[in-house]
């Protein structure tokens, strides 16, 4: 199993992006997906998340800004981000909790994608 993010890239300040996680491999189901951020001398600090029933948390710093959704049945998260500021520009990496195996053993655990820079330019 595996999560692969993309959608990143180089946004003008006020700009936006929309970044996509897809989960795959033998997945029986996901539970909560979560973007995180990781910028150059920082920690990694949480973005937002989502439960797999849509409940959303964000970070202070985004509300109103950003924007994390779901499709379960594409095992896919996204992140929209609008009016785009400097301080955004980090990796963002995606986040969840997956479920999966074969029938006669199932499996539980928690998966990180890869990442995709952000760059926001003012």
């Known amino acids: 199993v595996q999560l692969q993010a993309s959608g990143g890239g180089l946004v003008q300040a006020g700009g936006s992006l929309r970044l996509s996680c897809v989960a795959s491999?033998?997945?029986?189901?996901?539970?909560?997906m979560g973007w995180y951020r990781q910028a150059p001398g920082k920690e990694r600090e949480l973005v937002a998340t989502i439960t797999r029933g849509g409940y959303q948390i964000y970070a202070d710093s985004v509300k109103g800004r950003f924007t994390i959704s779901r499709d379960n049945a594409k095992n896919t998260s996204y992140l929209q981000m609008n009016s785009l500021k400097p301080e955004d520009t980090a990796f963002y990496y995606c986040?969840?909790?997956?479920?999966?195996?074969?029938?006669?053993?199932?499996?539980?655990?928690?998966?990180w994608g890869q990442g995709t820079q952000v760059t926001v330019s003012s």
């Open positions: 491999g033998m997945i029986f189901s996901i539970n909560d």
């Open positions: 986040n969840a909790f997956l479920v999966y195996g074969t029938p006669g053993a199932t499996l539980r655990g928690d998966y």
